[in-house]
C-alpha cells in the first residue's frame, strides 16, 4: 500500500499539521493500537495530553492511518505519515512504540500456510527494523528527546513448539534494539532505543492461543492454566507509558535504563 502525499495532508489537516491538540508537548505514535494493548496505550496517552497518532488495519484512535505492516509496500507511505507528523510542530518528546505484531500462523514450520509464515515473518522481524531506522533519522532530524519502543516477547528468549516464526521474529527485533541502541550511546544520541516484553496479557492473542489444539501447539494445556492470573491490557500499558518517558541513563524503578535494553515489565 503507497500513500501520496495528498493522502497525507488528508489525514494531518489542509496545512500538513495536527487539527487537534496542537499545543500538545509529546507526540507517541502505536502501530497496532486497535485493540488490546495498543488500544489501551492510545488511551491512557491521550489522558495524559499527549497527541497521538495510530497505525493499524483497523480503526484506531487519535490520528489514524489505515495500514496493514505484513505488507511492505506500506512501510514507506507509513514512514513518509509519521515524518510529517514528527515535522508538523516542535516537540518536546518523541515517542514510537511498535506493539503491531502476529502470532499466526500457530503450528510446526512446514505444516502451515506459507503466505501466512512469510506475512509473519514480515510484520515481527522485517518491520521493526525498517520502521525504527526510519525513525532514528526523523527524530534525529527533530533534535529532541525520543523512544523507539519495541514490544518484544519472552518468545523471542526460549523456543516455543508451533511458534517458530514469531519466536524467531521477536528474538531478531530484539537484538536489533541491541545493536541499533549501542549505535546511539557512540552518537550521544538523545534517541532512546529499547525493547520490552508485556509479559502474558488477557488480550485476543491470548484467547486464540488458549483455542488452539495440542497438534498445533502441544502447550495450549499450560496457556489455558494460566487464564486466571493474566496481566491486565490497561496494567501493562501503564508501565509501557512510564519507561516511555524514560530516557536512556535515568532510573527506572529499580534499575538504570541503558540504550538497547530488552527488558520485561516485571524488571520495573
Known amino acids: 500500500m503507497a500513500f501520496s502525499p495528498s493522502a497525507i495532508r488528508r489525514v494531518l489537516g489542509a496545512h500538513g499539521s495536527l487539527q487537534s491538540h496542537a499545543m500538545s508537548a509529546q507526540l507517541t505514535i502505536i502501530t497496532g493500537a486497535s485493540s488490546g494493548i495498543g488500544a489501551e496505550l492510545a488511551q491512557q496517552a491521550e489522558a495524559a495530553g499527549h497527541t497521538v497518532a495510530t497505525v493499524s488495519r483497523r480503526p484506531g484512535p487519535g490520528t489514524h492511518l489505515a495500514a496493514d505492516l505484513a505488507d511492505p509496500s506500506s512501510w514507506n507511505g507509513v514512514c513518509d505519515w509519521a515524518a510529517q507528523l514528527v515535522g508538523s510542530q516542535t516537540w518536546e518528546r518523541i515517542v514510537f512504540i511498535h506493539n503491531a505484531g502476529t502470532l499466526e500462523p500457530v503450528g510446526f514450520a512446514g505444516e502451515v500456510d506459507s503466505d501466512a509464515y512469510v506475512a509473519n515473518i514480515l510484520l515481527n ?125 535515568e532510573p527506572l524503578g529499580s534499575m538504570m535504563l541503558e540504550n538497547g535494553a530488552v527488558i520485561d515489565v516485571s524488571q520495573f
Open 125 to 249: 522481524s522485517a518491520s521493526p527494523q525498517v520502521l525504527g531506522d526510519r525513525f532514528i533519522a526523523m527524530a534525529e532530524t527533530a533534535g529532541v528527546p525520543a523512544q523507539f519502543q519495541l514490544i518484544s516477547s519472552g518468545a523471542g528468549k526460549r523456543p516455543f513448539l508451533g511458534w517458530s516464526s514469531y519466536c524467531a521474529g521477536k528474538a531478531a527485533g530484539d537484538m536489533w534494539v541491541k545493536s541499533a541502541g549501542i549505535e546511539r550511546i557512540e552518537r550521544g544520541s538523545k534517541v532512546t532505543i529499547v525493547s520490552c516484553g508485556p509479559g502474558v496479557v488477557d488480550t485476543d492473542m491470548q484467547a486464540k492461543i488458549r483455542s488452539q489444539t495440542t497438534d498445533t501447539f502441544p502447550l495450549v494445556e499450560q496457556f489455558q492454566g494460566m487464564q486466571p492470573q493474566l496481566a491486565s491490557p490497561a496494567d501493562v500499558a501503564a508501565k509501557l507509558l512510564t519507561l516511555a518517558a524514560t530516557n536512556a541513563g
